[in-house]
């Protein structure tokens, strides 16, 4: 609808002709919003949302859930007036539960919508308890006549449903706030894995990768001091609560970590910024329950997707595949250096053809062989944050084509997926270094969603590679867009975790890519975001990464570096 119309419709039903509208809201949305105006008067409800929860961590919550009640309290009224917007409600709640059903509600507002959007249409709802309640006692006060009901009400479903944590009032004087300024800072001192030193290393880092000429090159950084790179804190992950990890568990499937294997995971890595995170480790096992069932179905519709796209072009991928193949098999045979065997057949040795003559010895000659013992281990890991949703299919089958031919040349490899879900790390393990062939496809199942925190997935790549192999190669694919915002509702408002955000998270990524170089560990970063972000990539990789809007290109990249890397370790 184009904006004359849109504001025509509004000033219609909220009978305010000064108010210029400017949301592109769905055409029910749009005349809901205006006889909610109408009824409390749209600048007194924001004044009032303004003044009482306006410094609060949640108020995007908050505003949500008082309009969502308006909604329901102007509802009968507004049909009664308007009969034609039922067809219009219906197709609008619709289309907001196909949405969020698609991407996966990233945060407590989005699955309020969800949950109502559901009920609405007769589905049965997959939130958790406390969303249950709370929509429920949200439809009981449908019924409110008066405004000053309505107020008394939505403060009554604040209090008993939200921790609301107050930031700095807008009342506090100058010098109370210079005052709570130097307490954070101090205390930022001792959590902020982002030092001064690192910083300047990290910007080393790029500076030295922009003189290497090589597209794939190996840098060297024994100069800088790998104790400036470790977080001295001991910082202890903090407990989940229930509810998250109920929410978890059904989304993304058991966690396949021991309690006491999980616990000295996260005494190690969650620490600095992400004090308070915790590992949620799933090979996709679901539990038995009606809502794990529906997640789990909605996985195994993804999968169909992504192996009808792959039988679609099977031939083109597994001429990939092979291609992959013999260009990491020749690199591997070149660094051999021809090692070989004797044998009754091949090249002659002279210096045993005398056996031949004297002793009828028949192995004269010499073979070259390939060692499949590979001296190094190779885990690619794969962004599953909403930002790959419209290109799931082909993440999946690139990931599924470097892995068949690595894994047919008998090289170690590990595959996993990291998104962040209710702010606990979820990392999808679709394929471990010794697994058998047959779990390849498990790569399928790869499903989109949710932010990502990309500085603890690779604390924990590496705190879980392989250790016995000459050398670790890890591969990313990523958007280049490092992102978790924090949101205080419920089960998750005393969370020690902190925003991951901003310059921040691209200097804390960049700080774990560093640290992993000089543990001697090649990294290759695959950028699929957008041109402007290319900085925070290069920032993040050095030179050591490759950008490219044609994920179909993937593994073709792989094979490239790959040959460049085993020529370098030869």
């Known amino acids: 609808m184009e904006a004359r119309r849109r504001q025509n419709v509004y000033w219609t039903l909220s009978q305010d002709y000064g108010y210029h509208y400017q949301k592109e809201a769905s055409f029910f949305k749009l005349a809901e919003e205006g006889w909610i105006h109408r009824r409390f008067g749209r600048s007194e409800l924001e004044t009032y949302l303004d003044r009482y929860y306006g410094q609060y961590s949640n108020f995007e919550d908050i505003h949500t859930l008082a309009y969502l009640l308006a909604g329901l309290v102007v509802r009968e009224d507004l049909l009664a007036h308007r009969p034609g917007l039922k067809s219009y409600e219906e197709a609008h709640y619709k289309a907001l539960e196909r949405a969020l059903d698609r991407k996966g509600p990233k945060n407590i507002r989005e699955e309020l919508l969800f949950a109502q959007s559901r009920d609405y249409l007769g589905k049965p709802l997959i939130s958790g308890q406390q969303i249950s309640s709370l929509l429920k006692d949200l439809k009981s006060g449908k019924d409110l006549e008066s405004k000053e009901a309505y107020y008394a009400y939505l403060e009554e479903l604040i209090e008993t449903y939200f921790h609301v944590n107050p930031s700095l009032k807008k009342e506090a004087t100058e010098k109370e706030a210079q005052e709570e300024k130097k307490e954070k800072d101090k205390n930022q001192e001792k959590k902020d894995p982002i030092s001064p030193k690192k910083k300047d290393q990290v910007l080393k880092l790029m500076d030295l990768g922009e003189a290497?000429?090589?597209?794939?090159?190996?840098?060297?950084?024994?100069?800088?001091?790998?104790?400036?790179?470790?977080?001295?804190?001991?910082?202890?992950?903090?407990?989940?609560?229930?509810?998250?990890?109920?929410?978890?568990?059904?989304?993304?499937?058991?966690?396949?970590?021991?309690?006491?294997?999980?616990?000295?995971?996260?005494?190690?890595?969650?620490?600095?910024?992400?004090?308070?995170?915790?590992?949620?480790?799933?090979?996709?096992?679901?539990?038995?329950?009606?809502?794990?069932?529906?997640?789990?179905?909605?996985?195994?519709?993804?999968?169909?997707?992504?192996?009808?796209?792959?039988?679609?072009?099977?031939?083109?991928?597994?001429?990939?595949?092979?291609?992959?193949?013999?260009?990491?098999?020749?690199?591997?045979?070149?660094?051999?250096?021809?090692?070989?065997?004797?044998?009754?057949?091949?090249?002659?040795?002279?210096?045993?053809?005398?056996?031949?003559?004297?002793?009828?010895?028949?192995?004269?000659?010499?073979?070259?062989?390939?060692?499949?013992?590979?001296?190094?281990?190779?885990d690619i890991l794969l962004d599953m944050s909403g930002s790959q949703i419209d290109r799931q299919e082909e993440v999946a089958i690139q990931g599924y084509i470097i892995t068949e031919a690595l894994q047919s040349l008998h090289i170690p490899t590990r595959v996993m997926g990291y998104q962040n879900l209710f702010h606990l790390q979820v990392i999808r393990l679709f394929r471990d270094y010794k697994d058998r062939a047959s779990r390849n496809k498990d790569i399928f199942s790869y499903r989109a969603g949710g932010s990502n925190r990309d500085g603890y997935a690779l604390r924990y790549v590496f705190k879980t590679m392989e250790k016995d192999p000459e050398t670790n190669i890890l591969i990313i694919l990523s958007d280049g867009r490092p992102n978790d915002k924090l949101y205080s509702f419920l089960a998750g408002g005393d969370s020690q975790a902190q925003d991951y955000t901003g310059e921040e998270a691209v200097y804390d990524t960049a700080a774990e890519i560093l640290q992993g170089k000089l543990n001697n560990i090649a990294i290759l970063g695959i950028f699929t975001g957008e041109e402007k972000d290319i900085d925070k990539e290069r920032l993040i990789y050095g030179s050591d990464f490759v950008w490219t809007r044609d994920v179909s290109r993937f593994s073709s990249l792989v094979g490239k570096y790959l040959k460049s890397l085993i020529s370098q370790l030869g």
Request: some cysteine; glycine content about 6%.
């Open 212 to 378: 290497q000429s090589a597209e794939f090159t190996s840098i060297k950084l024994d100069e800088l001091d790998p104790d400036s790179m470790v977080d001295p804190g001991l910082g202890l992950a903090n407990p989940l609560q229930a509810e998250k990890l109920r929410q978890v568990t059904r989304r993304c499937g058991k966690n396949i970590l021991k309690p006491l294997e999980k616990a000295w995971i996260e005494k190690d890595i969650s620490k600095g910024i992400h004090q308070g995170m915790e590992i949620h480790l799933s090979r996709g096992d679901y539990e038995e329950d009606l809502d794990s069932r529906y997640f789990q179905d909605m996985e195994k519709d993804q999968r169909r997707k992504t192996e009808a796209a792959f039988e679609k072009n099977r031939h083109i991928y597994r001429r990939m595949i092979f291609e992959l193949r013999e260009i990491v098999r020749k690199g591997l045979m070149e660094d051999q250096r021809e090692a070989s065997y004797q044998s009754h057949s091949g090249e002659i040795d002279p210096s045993r053809a005398w056996r031949y003559d004297l002793l009828g010895d028949e192995n004269i000659f010499k073979r070259a062989y390939l060692d499949e013992e590979a001296s190094f281990t190779v």
